[in-house]
C-alpha cells in the first residue's frame, strides 16, 4: 500500500481514487503483487494490457481491467482476444472485469453464459460494496480489487466462492455489498442486497448470467461470492475461473518442461519412428512438473500420449497430447430431509 501511495495513487487523489480504491481492496483480501496502469481514453484496453505485461516481462497473471464506459459485450469480447493472444505465448491469464453499469437495468444486463464469442478467460464483476468505496465517484464501481485479490491468494484450483475460505467482510467493508444500475427510470440507483428489490429469484438470474457479485447466506454471518464464473457457456470446461487458471498453470508449466529439449536429439527406430526412450524423456519431464501441482491438489489427475508411431525425422516435430482430471468444486450442496419412524 505505501508503495502504490507513493506514486500519487491515494484515497483523497484528484484523478486516482477508483485506482486506490481497487488496490485497497485487492491487499485487503490477501493480494500480493501489483502492477497498476493508467491509461488515456485514446488507447485501447488490448494497449493497456500489452503495455502491463512488457513492464512486468511477462509476469500477471491475473488482470483486473475497469472501463469508466458501460458494461458492454464488446469490451469482453476486446479482452478475450487479448487473452487469446497470451495463451498462444504461453503466457496465459484471466481478465477480471468490470464497466460503468449505472444506465443499465438488471434485466437488460448481457448474459455472459450465452454471448456470440465465449470469453472463458474473462469473468464480468458488477457487484460493489454499498458503502464503503469513493463517495465521489459517479456510477457503479464493481469490486474488481477483491476478486483479484482473492484470486493472488490462493492456488490456482479454488473457487473464491469456497465460504470457509472467503469471507469478503472485513475491516469494516463489504458489510452492505450491492449494485448500482438503473432502476428503470433514473441512472446510477444503488441497491444494497438487503432492499427488498433484490430478491433470491434476481440473484439467481444474475447468478445464472454468470456475473460475479456478492450476496449473504441463510445462516452463516458474513459476505460471500455468488461464484468464480466466466464469461462462457455453463456446459464449457472453462466455465470456471478456477478451470481456466489450473488450464494457465499447466501451459506454463509444461512449456517450462519441455522447452530445454527444443532442438535435442531424438532417436528414432529403423523405421523412422520414434524410440520408446525419447518417448520416455519428454512423458518423466512432464510428470516431474505436474506432480507438485496433484500434491498440492491444483489436479485431481493427469495423463501423457506421445504417438510412438510418429516420425519425427519427416516433420522435425514431436506431438504431446496431455489430458487433465481437474479438481470439482462443490458450488451447490442440495440436502433432501424427511421424517423417518425409524434409522
Same mark, same amino acid.
Given at each position: ?20 480504491? &481497487?488496490?485497497?481492496?485487492? /491487499? ?34 491475473? /488482470? ?25 505465448? @504461453? ?50 464501481? !464493481?469490486?474488481? !480489487? ?19 475460505? &472467503? ?8 458489510? $452492505? ?6 432502476? !428503470?427510470?433514473?441512472?446510477?440507483? %444503488? ?5 427488498? %428489490?433484490?430478491?433470491?429469484?434476481? #440473484?439467481?438470474?444474475?447468478? !445464472? ?15 460471500? #461470492? ?11 470446461? &472453462? /466455465? ?24 535435442? @536429439?531424438? #532417436? ?5 519412428? $520414434? ?7 519428454? %512423458? ?20 501423457? &500420449?506421445?504417438?510412438?508411431?510418429? @516420425? ?32
Amino acid at each position: 500500500r505505501d508503495r502504490v501511495e507513493a506514486t500519487g495513487i491515494t484515497a483523497d487523489s484528484a484523478n486516482f481514487k477508483q485506482e486506490h480504491y &481497487f488496490a485497497d481492496e485487492f /491487499y485487503r483480501n490477501g493480494g500480493g503483487v501489483l502492477y497498476i496502469g493508467v491509461f488515456p481514453s485514446t488507447d485501447s484496453i488490448s494497449d493497456g494490457i500489452d503495455a502491463i505485461n512488457a513492464f512486468s516481462g511477462g509476469l500477471i497473471r491475473i /488482470y483486473g481491467v475497469f472501463g469508466e464506459a458501460a458494461f458492454a459485450e464488446d469490451e469482453i469480447n476486446v479482452l478475450q482476444t487479448k487473452m487469446q493472444e497470451l495463451v498462444d505465448l @504461453k503466457k496465459p491469464a484471466v481478465a477480471i472485469y468490470t464497466g460503468d453499469t449505472g444506465a443499465i437495468t438488471f434485466s437488460t444486463l448481457p448474459d455472459l453464459r450465452s454471448l456470440t464469442s465465449e470469453a472463458p478467460y474473462v469473468s464480468g464483476v458488477i457487484g460493489q460494496d454499498t458503502e464503503n468505496y469513493p463517495t465521489t465517484i459517479t456510477g457503479s464501481l !464493481g469490486n474488481i !480489487g477483491a476478486v483479484c485479490g482473492a484470486l493472488s491468494s490462493t492456488d490456482v484450483a479454488t473457487n473464491i466462492l469456497h465460504v470457509d475460505q &472467503f469471507n469478503y467482510a472485513s475491516c469494516g467493508k463489504m458489510n $452492505i455489498p450491492g449494485f448500482v444500475v438503473n432502476d !428503470g427510470t433514473s441512472d446510477n440507483v %444503488t441497491y444494497p442486497v438487503t432492499d427488498p %428489490t433484490i430478491t433470491e429469484a434476481l #440473484l439467481s438470474s444474475l447468478d !445464472g448470467k454468470g456475473y460475479i457479485f456478492w450476496r449473504y447466506l441463510a445462516n452463516v454471518a458474513g459476505t460471500y #461470492l455468488s461464484n468464480d464464473h466466466t464469461a462462457s457457456g455453463i456446459t464449457s470446461d &472453462f /466455465y470456471a475461473i478456477h478451470n481456466t487458471r489450473v488450464l494457465g498453470k499447466v501451459i506454463r508449466l509444461v512449456d517450462t518442461a519441455l522447452s530445454p529439449a527444443i532442438g535435442g @536429439k531424438i #532417436l528414432v527406430n529403423a523405421d523412422g519412428t $520414434i524410440r520408446r526412450s525419447s518417448i520416455s524423456s519428454l %512423458t518423466n519431464s512432464i510428470n516431474e512438473v505436474l506432480a507438485p501441482m496433484e500434491l498440492d491438489t491444483e489436479l485431481s489427475g493427469w495423463s501423457i &500420449f506421445i504417438d510412438p508411431k510418429q @516420425k519425427p525425422l519427416a516433420t522435425a516435430t514431436i506431438y504431446v497430447e496431455i489430458a487433465i482430471l481437474p479438481v470439482g468444486s462443490s458450488d451447490y450442496i442440495n440436502v433432501s430431509l424427511g421424517f423417518t419412524s425409524n434409522l
